[in-house]
């Protein structure tokens, strides 16, 4: 074989190094750890997100047939904050779903299968979707409750 048969041989049409296609990657224990440590920063995130949407939810349920005029509006922007496919706010109900990898019309489709039911007089308070923080039924809010259109956290 000529000198230019096994250029040919080992280097592909790019010129890269066909030997190279099967060599390991190799990672510096600091290149390991860095992503590591990228993934547990973003953990207090991940959190805060699912405190969000888990207020939410609890939000949807509680107040549904609330007929306190301050309960109602706290159900009918949580309603509205499900419904919405607003990309711009950070904290909204797509991008909660889109950063904790969540299947946004899955959940929708519980959450309004759940309020169907409610509302058509069903046992829902044994159900799997009523379960979240349902430990004090009867207790006024206190917790954090996503407010006004852009909603801002608000304690009430």
């Known amino acids: 074989m000529t000198g230019t048969a096994m ?81 711009d706010w950070v904290f909204s109900f797509l991008n909660l779903c889109d950063f904790l990898g969540l299947d946004l019309e899955f959940l929708r489709k519980g959450l309004f299968r759940w309020k169907d039911a409610a509302l058509s007089g069903q046992d829902v308070e044994n159900s799997k979707l009523s379960k979240v923080n349902n430990d004090t039924p009867n207790q006024k809010p206190d917790g954090l409750h996503t407010g006004g259109k852009r909603g801002l956290l608000v304690q009430h």
């Open 7 to 87: 250029a040919e041989r080992r280097y592909g049409a790019d010129g890269e190094a066909i030997e190279s296609l099967f060599q390991p990657d190799i990672l510096a224990p600091a290149q390991y750890f860095d992503g590591l440590m990228k993934e547990q920063a973003r953990a207090p995130e991940r959190d805060l997100a699912l405190a969000m949407l888990e207020d939410a939810v609890m939000c949807f349920q509680k107040y549904l047939k609330s007929t306190c005029e301050k309960e109602r509006h706290i159900f009918t922007e949580t309603e509205e904050w499900f419904l919405s496919d607003d990309q």
